[in-house]
């Protein structure tokens, strides 16, 4: 089956534009993670659910950053008010539960603040 | 400090050679060890885990844990140019909010 998609893949946004980043996790997984990727360092996590909820989201940079899957499948994060630094690529994976150890990863997207 | 450091390198090396990637961590908690490959533009792609310590080798790979020293290392037998990537190792305790390395940057060289 397909993996992890991502949309859109690149996004340039003017400072103080709200944008909206999309996750399809592979089929039948339960856990979905979101990351953020800053250019020459490692993912560093945001925020985990597991189906609809959200048992995680202590990596959130600040209140500005939102993410929910309502239905335990796609999931979206949301930046409100864009800031320069906000400027990464953005990671999201999935994996069956309890297999947070077996993470898939889709492509990302590259998220540009002007 | 952070909670897992890798040397980010550049690291390169001449096709064929054996490969040591390693990371240092500091949260004795930690029970899960996975080494992820990173091309450039794309997704991380889980190369192996290994639960606990010890040893565990697919192929051209072994990955070592050492929990005593808090030390894990990625050996890459036979490197060739199509492993030119970043390697990011990463960790998880019980839980499962996973850390990773900033990763080490390779190139094999033809």
């Known amino acids: 089956g397909a993996g992890v998609s991502q949309s859109p893949r690149y996004k340039v946004a003017k400072r103080g534009q709200d944008v909206a980043l999309r996750c399809d996790p592979i089929?039948?997984?339960?856990?979905l993670f979101w990351y953020q990727q800053a250019l020459g360092q490692g993912p560093e996590f945001l925020t985990y659910f597991q189906n609809e909820a959200q048992l995680d989201k202590s990596g959130l940079p600040s209140d500005r950053f939102f993410a929910e899957r309502p239905e335990g499948s796609v999931s979206t994060l949301k930046i409100q008010r864009t800031q320069k630094e906000d400027s990464a690529v953005y990671l999201c994976?999935?994996?069956?539960?309890?297999?947070?150890?077996?993470?898939?990863f889709g492509p990302g997207t590259r998220l540009t603040v002007l | 400090q952070k909670e897992v450091e890798q040397d980010p390198g550049p690291l390169s090396v001449p096709e064929g050679a054996i490969v040591s990637l390693n990371c240092t961590y500091s949260n004795s908690a930690f029970q899960y060890f996975m080494w992820y490959r990173q091309y450039s533009r794309k997704g991380p792609e889980l190369l192996m885990y290994t639960y606990s310590s010890g040893n565990k080798e697919d192929g051209r790979f072994t990955a070592q844990v050492d929990k005593s020293s808090k030390y894990i290392s990625l050996f890459i037998r036979d490197s060739q140019p199509s492993d030119s990537a970043t390697y990011l190792c990463?960790?998880?305790?019980?839980?499962?909010?996973?850390?990773f390395g900033p990763g080490t940057s390779l190139s094999v060289i033809p």
């Open positions: 089929s039948g997984h339960v856990s």
């Open positions: 990463a960790m998880k305790t019980s839980y499962d909010k996973v850390i």
């Open positions: 994976a999935s994996s069956f539960r309890d297999r947070a150890h077996e993470q898939f």
